[in-house]
């Protein structure tokens, strides 16, 4: 299976340039296709164009991508040029990805400018006082020997790449460039219709940002959801272990599992009463279902079926098992943006 497509594996590199911005004059904006409504590139230009409300839309769209060019640094231009311009390519098939080859919904024209120009809108974010940049990228394939009066089955992917809006040093890097990289991973595999892949800030203390990779994929009725937990150290420049957060780990799995019953318990009352201490250790002594978050360790799979799993606990009931060298201050955590809506 092919990874995410050009311009995410590109991002690495993109991630090593320093232009100096005072020495030479701001480039102009990324040549991007206009619509053209005397010669549309597409159907689905030519069904913007037959509606002005349509062209409204779409004018707003423009604007928030012009607006987009001016907040973010030179380093990210190019890049979101190429997120544009995809986005061109991408819109007319993802209004026929449909599951059966089933027509597209009347709608879909306007959901798609829309969702975009929310997109261009949120393109820089703070999160808990840090500065982040969004490039959303898209790739699409058709499938061959299926065809209808809307074209062929098409498979969408969508991938909202998070980075460090203006690096402070080579850590901050580091990190931009291990959530390129460890996303397009996520987003490695083949999908039934669609896949959306996005990197989400759980929280954030000084030298350290603790973020989780999901990857949403749906085909009509039946919807796959995966989490990955990255708790990153600035300061040591890679990933927590397990290891680097509890001094005697089998104990700490021992009272998470114990902790987590008492939550669900206290949550789900008789619903949880069923569930044995053996079941709740199967989903909790899976640390990759350890989230850092400012409220507690988190504990979620992202599996619906695992939902009644899910529990926070505090760090007040773990400090006995934390390391007292723990990379990072439990208490100056801060909590992480809630953009992107989960899509459940």
């Known amino acids: 299976m092919r990874r995410s497509g050009k311009l995410l594996a590109g991002l690495a590199a993109i991630l090593a340039l320093a232009i100096p911005v005072l020495a030479s004059p701001a480039p102009a904006a990324p040549a991007v296709a206009e619509l053209d409504c005397a010669q549309p590139a597409s159907p689905f230009d030519a069904k913007v164009c037959g509606d002005p409300d349509l062209v409204r839309a779409y004018r707003n769209l423009t604007q928030a991508f012009q607006k987009a060019l001016a907040q973010v640094p030179e380093r990210w231009r190019e890049a979101l040029g190429d997120s544009q311009r995809a986005w061109l390519a991408y819109a007319p098939l993802a209004c026929r990805a449909n599951p059966d080859g089933e027509p597209p919904a009347p709608t879909c024209q306007r959901d798609m400018i829309d969702a975009r120009a929310d997109d261009l809108n949120h393109t820089t974010s703070r999160i808990a006082g840090k500065a982040f940049v969004t490039i959303v990228t898209y790739r699409t394939r058709q499938n061959a020997g299926r065809a ?11 991938t909202r790449l998070l980075q ?111 569930v044995s201490l053996i079941q709740i250790r199967r989903v909790t002594d899976r640390t990759d279902y350890w989230r850092v978050t400012a409220g507690g360790l988190d504990i979620h799979s992202g599996d619906v079926h695992l939902d009644i799993y899910s529990a926070t606990i505090p760090w007040r009931d773990l400090a006995s098992y934390l390391r007292r060298d723990l990379p990072f201050d439990v208490k100056a955590l801060r909590a992480g943006s809630p953009r992107p809506q989960d899509p459940r």
């Open 148 to 158: 209808d009066d809307n074209g062929p089955p098409v498979r969408v992917w969508q």
């Open 164 to 274: 460090i809006l203006q690096p402070e040093g080579p850590a901050d890097e580091q990190w931009n460039a291990a959530m390129a990289d460890r996303l397009t991973g996520v987003m490695a595999g083949d999908t039934a219709l669609t896949a959306i892949g996005s990197v989400e800030i759980d929280s954030l203390a000084p030298g350290f940002i603790a973020a989780t990779l999901r990857r949403y994929d749906t085909n009509g009725d039946v919807d796959g959801y995966d989490l990955t937990s990255i708790p990153w150290s600035l300061t040591l420049n890679r990933e927590l272990k397990p290891e680097d957060l509890f001094t005697d780990l089998a104990a700490a799995k021992s009272a998470i599992a114990d902790l987590t019953k008492q939550i669900l318990m206290s949550q789900h009352g008789d619903q949880a009463d069923g």
